[in-house]
């Protein structure tokens, strides 16, 4: 059993180590190095960790050094890349409706993380033109009475299984597990009174679609 003569493995750790970790996960599920229930069993470990002990054995088959052991070391644990378009966990890209409409579509960067809020409105990303900012996209979903619709090109997935409904509806079309090269958007939260959808594109998408290409010179 190895030995921690400099104390680190008990020092408390924050934000900033947990993400570090889960973009390692991340990483490592986008290579094919973990499979997404691995993945899922071991972001929600992440994020409940206290101590470097807590995270040691997360990336411990993973090739990478030992967060106890970067910190000895007096470096950081890799890779250590700035948060994409500046979104984090603690302060994602956020789409609140409130009693209107929120709409993405066209060119566009999906971050690694999104909030939707749909309030009592309409939240519609359309992600055809879309470029992921990462292999897994985590998105919380606020409870609301509005409708929140999703729609993904072929090879994009989607993972519901941490999104709840009670009141509400949720409907998935797309598998959930992505094509080599494609994302995965992992649902979490609650739908609340309203309507959750992730489909394919429908036919008068790919039209708008190409339209939109066509007008931007695509």
């Given at each position: 059993?190895?030995?921690?003569?400099?104390?680190?493995?008990?020092?408390?750790?924050?934000?900033?180590?947990?993400?570090?970790?889960?973009?390692?996960?991340?990483?490592?599920?986008?290579?094919?190095?973990?499979?997404l229930d691995e993945l899922d069993e071991r972001l929600e470990a992440a994020m409940q960790a206290r101590t470097y002990a807590d995270l040691d054995p997360l990336?411990?088959?993973?090739?990478?050094?030992?967060?106890?052991?970067?910190?000895?070391?007096?470096?950081?644990?890799?890779?250590?890349?700035?948060?994409?378009?500046?979104?984090?966990?603690?302060?994602?890209?956020?789409?609140?409706?409130?009693?209107?409409?929120?709409?993405?579509?066209?060119?566009?960067?999906?971050?690694?993380?999104?909030?939707?809020?749909?309030?009592?409105?309409?939240?519609?990303?359309?992600?055809?033109?879309?470029?992921?900012?990462?292999?897994?996209?985590?998105?919380?979903?606020?409870?609301?009475?509005?409708s929140i619709l999703i729609v993904l090109p072929d090879g994009w997935a989607a993972d519901v299984d941490r999104l709840t409904n009670s009141w509400g509806s949720?409907?998935?079309?797309?598998?959930?597990?992505?094509?080599?090269?494609?994302?995965?958007?992992?649902?979490?939260?609650?739908?609340?009174?309203?309507?959750?959808?992730?489909?394919?594109?429908?036919?008068?998408?790919?039209?708008?679609?190409?339209?939109?290409?066509?007008?931007?010179?695509?």
């Amino acid at each position: 059993m190895d030995q921690d003569p400099s104390g680190v493995s008990g020092l408390r750790i924050g934000h900033r180590e947990r993400d570090a970790v889960a973009e390692v996960l991340r990483d490592a599920a986008g290579d094919g190095r973990l499979s997404l229930d691995e993945l899922d069993e071991r972001l929600e470990a992440a994020m409940q960790a206290r101590t470097y002990a807590d995270l040691d054995p997360l990336v411990a088959d993973l090739a990478v050094e030992l967060p106890s052991r970067q910190l000895s070391a007096g470096s950081q644990l890799q890779p250590q890349r700035p948060p994409v378009m500046g979104y984090t966990r603690d302060d994602p890209l956020r789409l609140d409706a409130g009693v209107s409409s929120e709409k993405r579509q066209g060119p566009w960067t999906v971050p690694p993380f999104v909030r939707i809020n749909p309030g009592l409105g309409s939240v519609k990303l359309d992600c055809l033109d879309a470029t992921p900012a990462a292999p897994v996209i985590e998105v919380e979903v606020m409870a609301g009475a509005g409708s929140i619709l999703i729609v993904l090109p072929d090879g994009w997935a989607a993972d519901v299984d941490r999104l709840t409904n009670s009141w509400g509806s949720k409907a998935v079309e797309v598998s959930r597990d992505p094509a080599p090269g494609k994302p995965l958007l992992v649902f979490y939260g609650a739908v609340g009174l309203g309507s959750f959808k992730v489909r394919p594109p429908s036919r008068r998408d790919l039209r708008r679609a190409a339209r939109r290409r066509r007008e931007l010179g695509r």
